[in-house]
C-alpha cells in the first residue's frame, strides 16, 4: 500500500498567479512563515502556556505591524531577526513563555 | 509451505462492510463534510463574523481578517483535519473555498 504524502498540485495553481493585490513580497512571506512557526511551538507547549504565547505573539506582531513604516525595511529586518532569536529560544524549551516587563 | 499458507489464508475471513475504509484508495473526505467542517471552524474564529461566513468567503475581503488572522485560520484548519500545511501551500488558502479544495483533494486529511 503506498501513500501518498505529498499535498496535491493542481495544474490550475501552477498556471494561474495569485492576484496581483494579494502577491505578497518576500519579506512579507517571511513574516507570516515565523509567525506560523510561533504557532507551531505554542502547539507543542501546555495549554496555557500555549495561550499565552498566542496571545502575546499575536499581539507583538500586530502592534509592530502598526507601529513600524512599512518602507523602514532595517527596522522590521531588525524585529525579524529579534523574532527568530525568541523563537529559537521558545524551540529550545529553556523559555516556556514570555512575560512582559515594562523597564522604561 | 505453500499448503500450510493456504490452508491458513482459507480460514481467514476479511469482514467487507460500512466499518471497512480502504485507506489506499478512497482515503480523501467527502466534500460536503469538508466543506461542513471548514465553515464551522471559520465560523468559530473569534474576530469572523459567522454570519457572512459562506463556502466562497475570501478572508481578508469578505471577513475583514488581517494576513496573521488568515495564518491563524490555516492553522486551525490543520489542527481540525490533522494535517500539516507546508508555507508554500498555506499561502495560498486565503478563502473558503481555496481551504476546501485543497482538503478535499488531500489524501492525508482526517
Do not use: W
Not at chain 2, 480502504?22 to 468559530?44: P, T
Not at chain 2, 454570519?51 to 486551525?76: C, Y
Amino acid at each position: 500500500m503506498t501513500r501518498v504524502a505529498s499535498p496535491p498540485v493542481s495544474a490550475e495553481s501552477l498556471l494561474l498567479p495569485m492576484a496581483p493585490q494579494h502577491r505578497l513580497s518576500g519579506l512579507q512571506r517571511q513574516i507570516l512563515s515565523l509567525y506560523r512557526s510561533f504557532l507551531r511551538v505554542a502547539r507543542t507547549k501546555p495549554p496555557d502556556v500555549r495561550s499565552r504565547i498566542e496571545k502575546y505573539v499575536g499581539a507583538q506582531f500586530r502592534h509592530d505591524a502598526a507601529a513600524v513604516d512599512k518602507k523602514d525595511f532595517q527596522q522590521i529586518e531588525y524585529l525579524v531577526r529579534r523574532a527568530t532569536k525568541q523563537l529559537e529560544s521558545l524551540r529550545n524549551g529553556s523559555i516556556t513563555g514570555f512575560q512582559v516587563v515594562d523597564g522604561k | 509451505m505453500q499448503s500450510l499458507r493456504s490452508a491458513v489464508l482459507r480460514q481467514i475471513r476479511v469482514p467487507v462492510g460500512p466499518s471497512c475504509r480502504f485507506l489506499s484508495a478512497a482515503a480523501q473526505l467527502d466534500k460536503a463534510e469538508v466543506i461542513d467542517r471548514i465553515l464551522s471552524v471559520v465560523k468559530s474564529f473569534p474576530k469572523a463574523d459567522p454570519s457572512k461566513v459562506t463556502p466562497s468567503s475570501h478572508f481578508q475581503s469578505d471577513l475583514g481578517l488581517d494576513s496573521l488572522d488568515n495564518v491563524e485560520i490555516v492553522m486551525a484548519i490543520e489542527e481540525e483535519f490533522a494535517l500539516e500545511i507546508p508555507d508554500a501551500e498555506a499561502d495560498k488558502l486565503d478563502s473558503c473555498s481555496a481551504a476546501i479544495d485543497y482538503i478535499a483533494a488531500h489524501p492525508m486529511a482526517k
